[in-house]
């Protein structure tokens, strides 16, 4: 199968995409992004009350539709506390270790709109002041914002507009290599909205006329367990979320084929779907994984607990150490971006 994709145009819409903050529950500015582009590949789309947009594309067969929703929504933080010394606790907003985040440099989204750098450490950090400093436990009571203001107290930090309540983005350190690597936090899972995105901008430039009805779902609100869950339209007949392939020990997902997912937490993903989706993948030539991830969830799974009457499925891009410093590598990309055309161009399961 060729390519199917514009490797440096997607890389530079990943790189957008990772370096605009979006929290979850602090999305508003990621998503006026995604409808810029929307309106540059001059799709009609339109928002939800939740904040989530979705894109249709018309196809042959108006009564039986698709959805493929992909979320754009990230793992960050809120504060929970000033501290006396001016410092910050912090809440944490999806489900990550703080060891994961120790170290980081991070932007605090204060309510009048000013942005506040800072850097996510231990209290007891120094190893000249504190013998623990390598072995204190990296929870929410050690764990603190350091602020790049001359603050020394609780009235010093409120003065420059921070207060309990206000977001924290984590720095993304997006990184591109010769060698075809992606490195960036939050892939999971703007790496499956960009190619969401191109694989939209590709149908239209080449005025391709879908099977069905294929609507476009890029929620906000993944990473707190409701997504792409409301809003479904009723004529949607499969449902597939575009979400990463989960790597480790026991997993047969790695970074340079699409994962296809068959069972994660909430149970087993459609057969018979998924079985169209490895067929597909056989015919085309796409190298793909088949895979169960037993700490997962996805915006498919959660349209199901709502009592959707969909046939659901999840693919996606492999990415290493989710949740923390995550990587993948362009040959995936270009598997998920195959499997997605493949798919939404076939016929529709009877």
């Not at 960036?184 to 005025?207: F, I, N, P």
């Not at 915006?299 to 150490?321: C, M, N």
Request: with cysteine; glycine share 8%; hydrophobic share 35%.
């Amino acid at each position: 199968m060729t390519t199917l994709l514009d490797k440096k145009r997607t890389i530079e819409l990943l790189k957008k995409l990772v370096e605009t903050p979006s929290p979850s529950g602090y999305t508003e500015k990621v998503m006026k992004l995604i409808m810029q582009e929307l309106d540059d590949i001059g799709v009609s789309h339109r928002q939800t009350n939740k904040g989530a947009v979705i894109a249709t594309i018309e196809g042959a067969d108006k009564k039986r539709h698709r959805l493929l929703t992909a979320h754009t929504d990230t793992l960050g933080a809120m504060v929970k506390e000033i501290k006396n010394d001016g410092r910050l606790k912090l809440a944490m907003v999806g489900g990550f270790n703080w060891n994961a985040v120790e170290g980081e440099y991070c932007l605090i989204h204060t309510a009048g709109g000013k942005e506040v750098r800072g850097t996510i450490l231990m209290h007891q950090t120094t190893v000249h002041v504190y013998k623990n400093a390598g072995t204190a436990e990296r929870s929410a009571d050690n764990i603190e914002v350091r602020i790049d203001e001359k603050v020394t107290d609780a009235a010093g930090t409120r003065a420059l507009g921070i207060e309990v309540g206000d977001f924290v983005s984590f720095d993304p350190r997006f990184e591109a290599t010769d060698s075809g690597f992606i490195k960036s936090r939050h892939l999971d899972d703007k790496a499956s909205t960009a190619l969401l995105l191109e694989l939209v901008r590709s149908l239209q430039e080449e005025g391709i006329v879908l099977p069905h009805t294929t609507h476009f779902y890029i929620s906000n609100n993944e990473e707190i367990g409701y997504g792409g869950n409301s809003n479904i339209p009723e004529e949607t007949v499969e449902y597939i979320a575009v979400d990463m392939g989960a790597i480790g020990d026991g997993q047969t997902s790695d970074e340079y084929t699409v994962s296809i997912c068959a069972k994660d937490s909430s149970g087993p993903y459609h057969y018979a779907l998924t079985q169209h989706l490895t067929g597909l993948c056989k015919e085309g030539s796409i190298p793909f994984k088949l895979d169960i991830y037993p700490h997962y969830g996805s915006d498919a799974s959660a349209a199901i607990r709502a009592g959707f009457d969909v046939k659901h499925a999840l693919f996606g891009p492999g990415i290493e150490s989710s949740h923390a410093l995550e990587r993948t590598h362009i040959d995936s990309l270009t598997a998920t971006a195959q499997l997605l055309r493949a798919y939404v161009t076939s016929a529709m399961m009877d």
